[in-house]
């Protein structure tokens, strides 16, 4: 019997967070999967996990028989993530593989005829369960996959490669360009072009997002748009959590990275290449800074940050799980205490 391993490499966790802070490598979702599912697809049998010690208890490494270590950011047919910004630059293949993997040898429910095909049908799968009405599909570019129990609105543009996972909604007349993920009870509308949006994270009203990456239990308000493209055009500068500086990506293209548990108000406005961290409330006018360490709120320009107390955090968190029937742990309390604990050295 062999018990496959995938290992977290520290180097690379560390240029992933926010978004490792609060999970392994391998449970981060790029494609339609996340990569340990990917692996365990492939490799025909489940995964445990190598990881820091305060995630060890949620994500335990259990052993029986030989133990194989795979690099955790090691992406089955697709490549590798050592960077923030690889999550959504590799998503698109990372959804055609999972497409083809997932969708062999079975069919999916007939696509309505209230919506309208432009490109190949057969490019189109749609899980049992799913409700797709009156939507547009095109899929010149890539496929589309639609989750179990996910809801597509009327009026919705959907362009391929394209990932709707479990329970997702695609609210009336959002426009999802490819390339683009809404992972599982994720909820969106506006506009969204490459994103990578983890798991029960909201988007659901009009602003735009492009090149981007959206944790976990996040909520992004009406109208909050954020820039992927700065004004003279010149290669985009992404913080980076180990150098504890800005680091050049090489990247014309690259949108907001979002820790999970972060929220912005209404007609936030959110600048070219914005990290924040876990945990964080971002509300108010003008631009928050590009680097916003993790459990901080911002009121507005000229207002400044203030730490976000644990007492708090828990009361929001708990409030936004409870509506999906979600429960905030005890285990879940651990490790944010540790990830606050770590984040004091990166403010």
């Known amino acids: 019997m062999v018990t496959y391993i995938l290992a977290d490499d520290p180097d690379v966790r560390a240029n992933l967070l926010p978004i490792t802070y609060t999970r392994p490598i391998s449970e981060i979702r790029v494609g339609i999967t996340t990569i340990r599912e990917k692996w365990e697809r492939k490799l025909g049998a489940p995964c445990t996990w190598q990881t820091v010690d305060y995630l060890s208890e949620k994500f335990p490494c259990i052993v029986e028989g030989t133990p194989q270590v795979i690099p955790a950011h090691h992406i089955p047919e697709v490549g590798e993530l050592n960077h923030l910004w690889d999550i959504f630059q590799l998503n698109g293949a990372a959804i055609e593989a999972d497409f083809k993997a997932i969708t062999a040898k079975r069919k999916g429910q007939k696509i309505s005829k209230t919506c309208t095909v432009v490109g190949d049908s057969d490019k189109i799968f749609i899980e049992p369960g799913a409700w797709v009405e009156g939507a547009y599909f095109n899929t010149m570019h890539g496929s589309i996959y639609i989750g179990k129990e996910a809801i597509v609105m009327e009026g919705a543009c959907l362009r391929g490669p394209l990932a709707v996972c479990d329970h997702a909604v695609i609210n009336m007349g959002t426009k999802v360009y490819g390339e683009t993920t809404i992972g599982p009870w994720c909820k969106v509308g506006g506009e969204l072009n490459n994103v990578v949006m983890q798991a029960y994270s909201n988007k659901a009203h009009d602003g735009f997002l492009g090149n981007a990456v959206i944790g976990e239990w996040c909520n992004l308000g ?3 748009v954020a820039s992927n493209l700065k004004n003279d055009y010149t290669p985009i500068k992404l913080w ?3 150098a504890q500086r800005f680091l ?3 990247l014309q293209f690259c949108g907001v990275i979002m820790g999970d548990h972060t929220k912005c108000g209404i007609n936030t406005m959110l600048n070219t290449a914005t990290v924040l961290g876990v945990g964080c409330n971002i ?4 631009f928050p800074r590009n680097f916003v360490p993790s459990f901080s709120e911002r009121g507005g ?3 400044g940050y203030s730490d976000v107390s644990m007492t708090k955090f828990f009361e929001i968190a708990s ?8 429960e905030l742990t005890e285990e879940d ?3 944010f205490y540790a990830v606050r604990e ?3 050295n990166y403010r």
Do not use: D, F, L, Q
């Not at 509300?283 to 003008?286: E, I, K, L, P, Q």
């Not at 409030?319 to 979600?326: G, I, K, L, N, W």
């Open 222 to 224: 009406a109208g909050c």
């Open 240 to 242: 980076n959590y180990p």
């Open 248 to 250: 050049s990506t090489g």
């Open 283 to 286: 509300h108010g006018s003008g």
């Open 301 to 303: 320009a000229g207002v």
């Open 319 to 326: 409030r936004m799980m409870a509506r999906r029937h979600v």
């Open 333 to 335: 309390k651990r490790i």
């Open 342 to 344: 770590i984040a004091e």
